[in-house]
Structures are given as C-alpha cells and as structure tokens.
C-alpha cells in the first residue's frame, strides 16, 4: 500500500527510456527505468509503477541495485496501445520503507508514438521479357512489419494509367521458407506495346482492430516483340566436352538454364545479342551473335584456374 | 640420463624429487613479492599491441618477470629446450632437440597441438634433391606400399639440388602475375640454411611417421623449376594406429558431413597421388608429429601461452626461460573445458602464472601475427578492423596467431625482419569463396572441438562465378565492387609456373636469374591484379575515426540463388545462432537483422534497400553502371523470398615477417648479435615468404639442431 511519507523529502533522478520510441499498434515496447539516489542515502528497496493516460496500472517492477546508489529495471515489456499517434504513459517511483509503507518518490513522462503496421510488398517470378499481348504470371506477396497474418486480403494491380488490370487474394500458406510473407499467385495480359511499362501492386489500408497502413510497390513489366528465332545453346566443358547442366544463359532480356544434357533453348526477336553462357566452377563465356534464323551456339567453357596449390587438400 | 627430463632444481642447484618428470614448485610467496621496477614503462611501450574490439587477440602485458632479477626466479620447471608453439616449426624443433638427447617442453596456449599445422592442407615444399624427390625419381612405393599411383612427375622435373633450390628462392628475376617479385627480400643466408636442411628436414618427418604421397607441383614462392610439393596421408582401416598409418573414417571424417578431434577438417581423398582408400591433409602430419613426440618423451604444457622470455638481463645475457599465463578455453555452449586428442606427457597446470626454465634455450614457434589487428595493421592500416580474423582462427582460439613470439621477442631486444613480404602475395590478407562463417579459409565441420566456437561451415561457393548470383555490400549496405571480381587472386609462382604465374617459361624450360624473366615488355604481356580486398576495406559513410573502420561485409541473395547454383545453406554450414548468417522475409528485416546480430556491425545498413532495388533495376537493364557487371557474367535481380544474407571475410592467412634469425635459427638483436639461447622458427620470423609449411618444418629443424649444439 502507498502511503505518504512524514520523512524529507528525498530527490531522487529518475529516468525512463522507452525503446523503440516508434512501435507498431499493439506491439511490445520495453521499457529501462534508472535511478539515482542522493550520496550517502542507503536505500534498497525501490519499485516502479506504469501507468497509463487514465492512471491504470499496467506494470510493476522492482528495482534492482547495480552499483552504489544507481537502481535499474531493464526489461520491463508492455503492449503498446491499438490507437495510432503520440502515447504518454506515465513512470512511478516508489520508495518501501522498513516499516512496511510506501511512498512516491518520483515520477516521470513515458512518451512513444504508435503507427498502423506497415505493408512491405514484394513482386517475384515475373518473366524478364512478355511477348506483346502475351498472358504471363507473377507472384505478389506481403508482409505485415508486425507479422501478422493476412491471408484472405485483398491485392489489386494497376497498370500505368492507373487502370486496375488485376488482382488476387493472398493464400491461407506463407511463402515457403519465410515466416510471415503472404502471397498470391495473379496472371494477366502483358499491354500490347513494346517497351518497359510500370505497373504497381497496392493493398489498402484497414483500421479495424489493429490499424494497417496501405502499401504499394512499382514495378516493371519488360513487353517484347513476339519471337520469331530460336536460339540453342550447347554449353560443354571445353577439356572434356561434357554437358554443363544447369548453365545460366543470358541474352539480354532472354535468359534460361541448360538442362541435364547442357543445352538451353530460348525464343528471341531477331538482331544482335550478346550472349552470356555461365557454369558453377567455370568461366564465364561472352560473345556477340546475330540472330537471324533457328540457330545453334556451342559454348565450351573452361574451368576456373587454381591460383593456391595448397587448395588440392582444403575445401 | 641423457634425454631424461630433470626435476626442477631449487636455488641451491639440489635436485627436488627425481624422476623423470619435471616438477611443480610451489611459487605463490615468491610471486607475492615480485618488485614492479621497470616494468610499468615497458609494459607501456608495448601495450600497443594489445587488442582492439571483441574477438581480437588479447596479449598479455605481465611485464614483472624481467623487473625481477634473473637469478631471484623460482622456477615452476625447467627443460633443456622450450619450445613456445607446439605446430609446424615448434614440433619439428622438439623432435629434433630430443634426438639430440635432450629434454624438451612445449608450450602452446591452445589445448590441443599441431598449430595451424593441423587444419591446414598439409603441402610441404622442401627438395633439392630430398628423399621424397629421390624416392619418387626411382618410381618407389612407401615402406608400408600405400603409394601404388605412379609418380607424377618426370626424374627432370624430379631432379634438384640444394644450390638450385639456393637460387630460386633467392631469385630476383621471378615475378608473379602482379609483376613482384616474391623472392628478392628472402635473407639469403637462412635461404641456404633452408636449402641445405631441406632434405633432412624432410627424412626427419618421415623418419616421425609422415607418410608422404606422390610430389606435386610446388608451394607458392618455393621455386618454379622443379616439382617439390607433396602433402602427408594415412590409409583408411579399421584402427587409428599411427605407427601403423592407418586411420579409421571416423577419425578422418567425412566430407561436407563430419569432422573428428583427430582432424578438424575431414580428410580429403588422396588416391590420385597415393593409393586407393588413403586420405590426407595437414593433420596427418601433424598428428604424426605429435604421436612421435610424445613417443619420444617430449612434454606438453597445454591451456598456457608464451607471455614473456626471461633473458639474464631485460636487454642482455642469456635467455634462461619463458613465463606463461593460463589460457584454457571452454566449449561456449557447455562451458565444458577443452582438451587435447592425446594426454601421454602432458603437464596438467592451471595456476596463473608459471615459469619454465630452458638450460640450453627457448625456441619461439609461436606463430604469426595474424591474429592480432593492431600488429598487422603496420602492413595494412585497414585491417586493423577486428572484424576479420585470422584463418584457423576457430582452431586455435581468440589467442592464436597473436605475434605473442614476436612481441616477447621485441621485448628482450630481438628485432625484426622480412616485414614488407607480407604484402608480397596474396594468400596473406584475401578474401575467401566460402560466406557465412567467420573461419572463412577453411571448412571445419562438427565433430572437433572447437565447432561450437564458430558453430558453422560456411556456404562454400563454387568458384569465383558463384559471386554472380549475390551482391558483396558494405557496413551501410551500398556495393563496392564487381562481385565477380571480388575473390580473384593473380597466378602465384609456383611450379611449373608458365605465362599464367607470371614466368614466360614454364617449369625445366625457366631459367633462373635471367633479366628476360621481369623485362617491362613481358610484365605488360601478362599482367594481372585485382584490388576486390582493397575495395572491400574502403572506408564508408559508416567509417569514423580515429582508425575508420570498414566494417563487416555482406552477401546479399535470395532463394532463386541457392536453388540455381545448389548451394548448402543447411546447418552445419550456416548457423543462426552465429551473426554470420541471417535470413528474413523482406530486405528491410535482413539489414535490421544484420544490425542487430552481427558483432562487428556497428552501423545500420541504411542503403540495403535502395541498394538492392539499384541492382534489380541493373538486372532488368542488363548493365550495371557503377561496377561493370554483366560484361562478364549473367546477372540475377534478388527477389524471390526469402532473402539472405551471409558474411563476406577477409581473412589473414599466411604471416610474413617477424624476429629477424640467422642461418641457425637463432634471434638476432638490434645490431646483428645473436641474442645466445633464443631460437625461433615459422611464421614468428621474417625467414622468407615460402607459402606452406616448409618454411616451418626446416626453420625448426635448424633450430633443433643447434640448441642441441648449445653450450
């Protein structure tokens, strides 16, 4: 019980430091409480009350000694509220005298700003170049900066124009390997004119329960004539001349990998190309071709070099 | 008897308990009144060398043993030879002195022995004309008939002696691809010392137990002539027998799944230069080494590192001892203490301080100074960042490779040598294809040890190609360099050398001190270099003084990486319990990951996002106009969740230079004079920059050689 003290009165420096100073709706804050008592003044037995903006409440801790009259609470966690803006909560000192009461000694401000969860949105498995017109897919997914879970949401795309050209429902599954990144899967008709076009994913705001804040992201979509050539590549190890299985091929925008039997093949318009042909523990080839018709291009790669003999026994 | 160890003797010379074992003395009152006389104002001069940050090496400062007058020391033990490091130069030197008939304690402030010796590849360059040359000349087997592949070299490339292995490794004409010139600050006379104990040397680790497969090329910087290289095996079998050199497959490991106390990194297949079913790396010589050592009656004091060498007087007399401090390590999961494969002849010691007397002399095999950030910041004021270790480092300890041989040698007047060939090629300071551990030069795998204090392999990259699928960013998540080009390394001299190493010629066909060898026009023919360790200690907006920190680096990815090039990014080749590995759903949870579970990482990664959304847009353009990627190989936006982020090391390898020593391994002061009963060996001296162990073996074999010459 808090009871008032007929002693002088003690100054004490009290301070509260709140981390993070900005925290999403709902989310733990903590906070570290440090005391400083007068030279001299042998006391042990301290403890700290948080109260909110209405006086409840909402944590007790006590005080531990670290080192002559210095007192810290370092870990004490608390939900921050659901409403968004700046929240002021207020930090008690109470001093336990011997004969069993109390007093407050000290108080100070606990200030912290609460904002709706962020959107982080992320665009993946697009095709690096669409034939005009073509039907071609994606994968959208978001996360909540708080990981909370989103399945069932709602995500819309919109093309340059702001036109809605799609949209999707995140799954009830996360992205595999990931813990809180929902996702869709969303297909749609590449424009008709050739060129970069930049489309943007959005999901928007919510304020029920916990408040979120709408998230977009741009994105590009590379629209391509349609192909008229095919181009296949060989890739071999130029001293044995074995396959390279899974070879990263680039003719930029193109690209594709070998398969067991080194070879790739990829659709392309006419014209010039640089072609990138590249195999794990290789070099990497560069050459220039022109693609005019169906042609064939070997590509014999050569291993890296060993610069450190000593590497014949260290892996 | 001759050989037999001697208690340690009191002030009146009478000997306390005799046996055979050396003997503990109580010290405690004697240490309680040591006077603190000079010791202050040395021990100031000389904490510069004291680490810097968490996990650099720590060097002890005791300063007190030389303020006390030498004759007032009560010493804990004494031998005939101490040797300070129990790996490559100090077990060579042990065996040798004890030989010679002499009692011999080693003192390693690790747990176990074998020195980087013992995780190391193994690969010994010695020849002219050594038995391994000779042997394989003749087209013999090895006396247990392991070896049953042919040699692999022809008598030519076998055929060498000791004033041509003199000349190459004092030849100024040989130049790298980097065009510098590796052998021209070898001191010439250690260099003949070398030559003319390179065979010896070699028929005593054979003579120990090393088995040597077939002879393969050579060392860096070992010559370029001739074939000299070759690494120590033991053949699968269903007991460990040293004697027998045979080893079970547990105790030799199993590659990318399992390591042993026995080795740190699993033995690899050695069939294609011995035989079917042997297997081989440093610690078969190692262990070799140390099994005959302990045979032999060699004593172990464990857990103690070297802090300080006794000598007659602070800058002058005899060095009559060292005084050692107790190190012991404990697994960091268990707190478990450590301890060494094999306890026969160890010395059990936990006091704090102890001193050992050496009748004849004190070998310095401590080791280099890779390990300490402010010793080896005299050669790169940029690695003077704690954040990168020293290979082996999980090995031997937040302790190993800390110059502590050096240091102590600096201190009783000794001086240094063969400084600037650390610079001189690039196995010193470089960055490793391997991400996600801090031990980044090497693939340790559970099963030693030391595992719980790095508690990852690492993701071992295929090759330099493997850098196309990330970006390498920097402490504040910007890029610095065309990834690509980050782990290149010029060609090194070493045989046969040719066009690609630097040489126009290649191995029989190159012709020592010939002027053609270095003219400008071939230098500008073959010319190579890449600075990616350079730019990756580059100052940035996270750099502040007084030493402007680099900070960590960082491999950025996503999953479509690890599934187009297969990589293992499993445990125990990642760990998140580390700070060397992260993985998060978004980017900007990986750069606040990264700030809040990396060590090193004292800055937030404020440019990670805009930083990969750059190198998306570059993808998607197919050019990348800050670092020139994709004129030379593919380039892959970093979008498909989730994302990763593995360390990037530079990590100091070999160490160059150190106390400057004779032809006879011994120590020599500020004017030239060999300060009498200090011999050291390996990587705590500027002997010359052969890469590999030789350089070790003979300068301990030298110094083994001539202790048991002492008066």
Same mark, same amino acid.
């Given at each position: 019980?808090?009871?008032?003290?007929?002693?002088?009165?003690?100054h004490?420096?009290?301070?509260?430091?709140?981390?993070?100073?900005?925290?999403?709706?709902?989310?733990?804050?903590?906070?570290?409480?440090?005391v400083?008592?007068?030279?001299?003044?042998?006391?042990?037995?301290?403890s #700290?009350?948080?109260?909110?903006?209405?006086g409840?409440?909402?944590?007790?801790?006590?005080?531990?000694?670290?080192?002559?009259?210095?007192?810290?609470?370092?870990?004490?966690?608390?939900?921050?509220?659901?409403?968004?803006?700046?929240?002021?909560?207020?930090?008690?000192?109470?001093?336990h005298?011997?004969?069993?009461?109390?007093?407050?000694?000290?108080?100070?401000?606990?200030a912290?700003?609460?904002?709706?969860?962020?959107?982080?949105?992320?665009?993946?498995?697009?095709?690096t170049?669409?034939?005009?017109?073509?039907?071609?897919?994606?994968? !959208?997914?978001?996360?909540?900066s708080?990981?909370?879970?989103? !399945?069932?949401?709602?995500?819309?795309?919109f093309?340059?124009?702001?036109?809605?050209?799609?949209?999707?429902?995140?799954?009830?599954e996360?992205?595999?390997?990931?813990?809180?990144?929902?996702?869709?899967?969303m297909?749609?008709?590449?424009?008709?004119?050739?060129g970069?076009?930049?489309?943007?994913?959005?999901?928007?705001?919510?304020?029920?329960?916990?408040?979120?804040?709408?998230?977009?992201?741009t994105?590009?979509?590379?629209?391509?004539?349609?192909?008229?050539?095919?181009?296949?590549?060989?890739?071999?190890?130029?001293?044995?001349?074995t396959?390279?299985?899974?070879?990263?091929?680039?003719?930029?925008?193109?690209?594709?990998?070998?398969?067991?039997?080194?070879?790739?093949?990829?659709? #392309?318009?006419?014209?010039n190309?640089?072609?990138?042909?590249?195999?794990?523990?290789?070099?990497?080839?560069t050459?220039?071709?022109?693609?005019?018709?169906?042609?064939?291009v070997?590509?014999?790669?050569?291993?890296?070099?060993?610069?450190?003999?000593a590497?014949?026994?260290?892996? | 008897?001759?050989?037999?160890?001697?208690?340690?003797?009191d002030?009146?010379?009478?000997?306390?308990?005799?046996?055979?074992?050396?003997?503990?003395?109580?010290?405690?009152?004697?240490?309680?009144?040591?006077?603190?006389?000079?010791? *202050?104002?040395?021990r100031?001069?000389?904490?510069?060398?004291?680490?810097?940050?968490v996990?650099?090496?720590?060097?002890? *400062?005791?300063?007190?043993?030389?303020?006390?007058?030498?004759?007032?020391?009560q010493?804990?033990?004494?031998?005939?030879?101490?040797?300070?490091?129990?790996?490559?130069?100090?077990?060579?030197?042990?065996?040798?002195?004890?030989?010679?008939?002499?009692?011999?304690?080693?003192?390693?402030?690790?747990?176990d022995?074998?020195?980087?010796?013992?995780?190391?590849?193994?690969?010994?360059?010695?020849?002219?004309?050594d038995?391994?040359?000779?042997?394989d000349?003749?087209?013999?087997?090895?006396?247990?008939?392991?070896?049953?592949?042919?040699?692999?070299?022809?008598?030519?490339?076998?055929?060498?002696?000791?004033?041509?292995?003199?000349?190459?490794?004092?030849?100024?004409?040989?130049?790298?691809?980097?065009?510098?010139?590796?052998?021209?600050?070898?001191?010439?006379e250690?260099?003949?010392a070398?030559?003319?104990?390179a065979?010896?040397?070699?028929?005593?680790m054979?003579?120990?137990?090393?088995?040597?497969?077939?002879?393969?090329g050579?060392?860096?910087?070992?010559?370029?002539?001739?074939?000299?290289?070759?690494?120590?095996?033991?053949?699968?079998?269903?007991?460990?027998d040293?004697?027998?050199?045979?080893?079970?497959?547990?105790?030799?490991?199993?590659?990318? *799944?399992?390591?042993?106390?026995?080795?740190?990194?699993p033995?690899?297949?050695t069939s294609?230069?011995?035989?079917?079913?042997? =297997?081989?790396?440093?610690?078969?010589m190692?262990?070799? %080494?140390?099994?005959?050592?302990?045979?032999?009656?060699?004593?172990?004091?464990?857990?103690?590192?070297?802090?300080?060498?006794?000598?007659?007087?602070?800058?002058?007399?005899? =060095?009559?001892?060292?005084?050692?401090?107790?190190?012991p390590?404990q697994?960091?999961?268990?707190?478990?203490?450590?301890?060494?494969?094999?306890?026969?002849?160890?010395?059990?010691?936990?006091?704090?301080?102890?001193?050992?007397?050496?009748?004849?002399?004190?070998?310095?095999?401590?080791?280099?100074?890779?390990?300490?950030?402010?010793f080896?910041?005299?050669?790169?004021?940029?690695?003077?960042?704690?954040?990168?270790?020293?290979?082996?480092?999980?090995?031997?300890?937040p302790?190993?490779?800390?110059?502590?041989?050096?240091i102590?040698?600096?201190?009783?007047?000794?001086?240094?040598?063969?400084?600037?060939?650390?610079?001189?090629?690039?196995?010193?300071?470089?960055i490793?294809?391997?991400?996600?551990?801090?031990?980044a030069?090497?693939?340790?795998?559970?099963g030693?040890?030391?595992?719980?204090s790095?508690?990852?392999?690492g993701?071992a990259?295929?090759?330099?190609?493997?850098?196309?699928h %990330?970006?390498?960013?920097?402490?504040?998540?910007?890029?610095?360099?065309?990834?690509?080009? %980050?782990?290149?390394?010029?060609?090194l001299?070493?045989?046969?050398?040719?066009?690609?190493?630097?040489?126009?010629?290649?191995?029989?066909?190159?012709?020592?001190?010939?002027?053609?060898?270095c003219?400008?026009?071939?230098?500008?023919?073959?010319y190579?270099r890449?600075?990616g360790?350079?730019?990756?200690?580059?100052?940035?907006?996270?750099?502040?003084?007084?030493?402007?920190y680099?900070?960590?680096?960082?491999?950025?990815?996503?999953?479509?990486a690890?599934?187009?090039?297969?990589?293992?990014?499993?445990?125990?080749?990642?760990?998140?319990?580390?700070?060397?590995?992260?993985?998060?759903?978004?980017?900007?949870?990986?750069a606040?990951?990264?700030?809040?579970?990396?060590?090193?990482?004292?800055?937030?990664?404020?440019?990670?996002?805009?930083?990969?959304?750059?190198?998306?847009?570059?993808?998607?353009?197919?050019?990348?106009?800050?670092?020139?990627?994709?004129?030379?190989?593919?380039?892959?936006?970093?979008?498909?969740?989730?994302?990763y982020?593995a360390?990037?090391? =530079?990590?100091?390898?070999?160490?160059?230079?150190?106390l400057?020593?004779n032809?006879?391994?011994?120590?020599?002061?500020? =004017?030239?004079?060999?300060?009498?009963?200090?011999?050291?060996?390996?990587?705590?001296?500027?002997?010359?920059?052969?890469?590999?162990?030789?350089?070790?073996?003979?300068?301990?074999?030298?110094?083994?050689?001539?202790?048991?010459?002492?008066?």
């Open positions: 019980m808090v009871a008032d003290s007929d002693k002088t009165p003690v004490y420096t009290f301070t509260v430091e709140v981390s993070p100073p900005e925290v999403d709706a709902g989310a733990e804050i903590v906070l570290e409480c440090r400083a008592c007068p030279p001299g003044l042998d006391q042990s037995d301290l #700290v009350s948080i109260r909110d903006v209405d409840a409440e909402l944590a007790v801790a006590e005080l531990r000694q670290i080192d002559g009259g210095t007192f810290i609470a370092n870990e004490i966690l608390l939900k921050a509220p659901l409403s968004v803006g700046e929240h002021i909560f207020r930090a008690v000192l109470i001093v005298e011997e004969d069993g009461t109390s007093y407050e000694a000290s108080s100070t401000e606990v912290f700003a609460v904002k709706a969860h962020a959107m982080r949105l992320n665009v993946w498995a697009l095709p170049a669409i034939a005009a017109g073509d039907r071609f897919t994606l994968k !959208a997914g978001i996360k909540c708080a990981g909370c879970k989103l !399945a069932g949401k709602e995500l819309s795309i093309d340059g124009d702001g036109i809605q050209v799609g949209c999707g429902t995140l799954l009830d996360v992205w595999p390997g990931t813990s809180a990144l929902y996702f869709t899967e297909e749609g008709n590449a424009p008709l004119t050739v970069k076009h930049k489309w943007e994913v959005r999901i928007s705001a919510w304020g029920s329960g916990t408040p979120h804040a709408a998230g977009a992201l994105f590009d979509v590379n629209v391509v004539d349609p192909p008229d050539c095919e181009v296949t590549v060989e890739a071999l190890d130029a001293g044995t001349q396959p390279i299985e899974r070879a990263r091929i680039v003719m930029h925008p193109y690209r594709a990998l070998t398969g067991e039997n080194g070879v790739a093949t990829l659709k #392309v318009s006419k014209g190309y640089k072609l990138l042909v590249s195999g794990s523990k290789y070099i990497a080839s050459k220039t071709i022109e693609v005019k018709d169906d042609i064939t070997r590509a014999e790669l050569t291993l890296e070099p060993i610069v450190d003999p590497s014949y026994y260290t892996f | 008897l001759p050989g037999q160890f001697v208690a340690a003797r002030r009146s010379g009478c000997v306390k308990g005799g046996n055979d074992l050396a003997k503990k003395q109580d010290i405690e009152k004697n240490e309680a009144k040591l006077p603190d006389q000079t010791a *202050v104002s040395r100031d001069f000389f904490k510069t060398g004291a680490a810097a940050g996990g650099a090496a720590v060097l002890s *400062v005791p300063g007190e043993a030389t303020a006390q007058s030498a004759q007032d020391i010493w804990d033990y004494e031998a005939d030879v101490v040797v300070c490091g129990g790996g490559a130069s100090g077990l060579i030197c042990a065996i040798r002195a004890r030989d010679a008939g002499l009692s011999v304690i080693i003192v390693d402030q690790n747990f022995a074998g020195g980087k010796m013992l995780h190391s590849g193994g690969q010994t360059s010695l020849g002219g004309g038995p391994l040359q000779l042997r000349i003749a087209g013999d087997s090895d006396p247990e008939g392991f070896i049953t592949v042919p040699p692999i070299h022809t008598p030519e490339e076998l055929t060498d002696d000791i004033e041509r292995l003199f000349i190459e490794w004092t030849d100024w004409s040989v130049i790298d691809a980097a065009a510098q010139a590796p052998y021209r600050y070898n001191e010439r250690i260099q003949r070398m030559a003319e104990n065979p010896a040397a070699r028929q005593l054979m003579d120990n137990y090393v088995r040597f497969a077939r002879i393969r050579s060392n860096p910087n070992s010559g370029i002539s001739r074939a000299r290289q070759a690494g120590p095996f033991l053949k699968l079998g269903d007991t460990t040293i004697k027998a050199g045979t080893i079970t497959r547990e105790d030799a490991g199993t590659l990318l *799944v399992s390591a042993s106390h026995f080795a740190p990194i033995l690899n297949d294609d230069v011995a035989g079917p079913d042997t =297997v081989g790396a440093g610690a078969c190692a262990r070799c %080494l140390e099994f005959s050592a302990r045979e032999k009656g060699v004593q172990f004091i464990f857990n103690r590192h070297m802090d300080e060498i006794i000598r007659e007087q602070p800058l002058s007399g005899r =060095v009559i001892g060292i005084r050692g401090s107790y190190s390590r697994d960091p999961d268990t707190g478990a203490q450590l301890t060494s494969l094999w306890s026969n002849g160890n010395i059990e010691e936990t006091r704090e301080t102890i001193t050992v007397r050496a009748n004849k002399g004190v070998m310095v095999g401590t080791g280099g100074h890779s390990g300490n950030p402010q080896r910041s005299m050669f790169y004021p940029a690695m003077r960042e704690p954040a990168f270790p020293a290979s082996t480092w999980a090995v031997l300890g302790r190993g490779q800390d110059a502590s041989g050096i102590a040698g600096i201190r009783v007047g000794a001086t240094l040598s063969g400084m600037q060939q650390n610079p001189g090629i690039p196995i010193t300071y470089h490793p294809q391997r991400l996600a551990t801090r031990d030069y090497s693939g340790e795998l559970p030693h040890p030391t595992f719980s790095r508690k990852s392999t993701i990259l295929l090759g330099t190609n493997s850098y196309e %990330l970006i390498a960013v920097n402490q504040v998540g910007k890029r610095f360099y065309n990834e690509i080009n %980050l782990t290149k390394r010029v060609g001299s070493w045989f046969p050398g040719g066009p690609t190493s630097g040489t126009p010629k290649s191995g029989l066909e190159h012709v020592p001190l010939d002027w053609r060898n003219e400008p026009g071939w230098v500008r023919q073959m190579d890449y600075s360790v350079d730019a990756a200690l580059a100052m940035n907006e996270g750099s502040t003084a007084p030493d402007y680099s900070g960590p680096l960082w491999a950025i990815f996503d999953s479509a690890v599934e187009r090039d297969g990589w293992n990014i499993d445990p125990p080749f990642t760990s998140l319990e580390n700070g060397y590995f992260f993985v998060a759903d978004t980017i900007e949870e990986l606040a990951q990264i700030e809040k579970g990396h060590e090193f990482q004292r800055v937030p990664l404020t440019h990670l996002v805009e930083t990969v959304e750059k190198w998306n847009a570059a993808a998607a353009a197919g050019t990348d106009e800050e670092f020139g990627r994709g004129e030379d190989a593919p380039m892959h936006a970093i979008d498909t969740p989730p994302f982020a360390s990037i090391m =530079v990590v100091w390898h070999d160490s160059y230079g150190g400057r020593t032809g006879k391994s011994q120590v020599l002061d500020m =004017v030239g004079e060999v300060i009498p009963g200090l011999y050291a060996g390996g990587e705590a001296t500027g002997s010359g920059n052969q890469h590999g162990l030789a350089r070790a073996h003979v300068t301990g074999y030298i110094a083994g050689t001539n202790l048991a010459q002492e008066a």
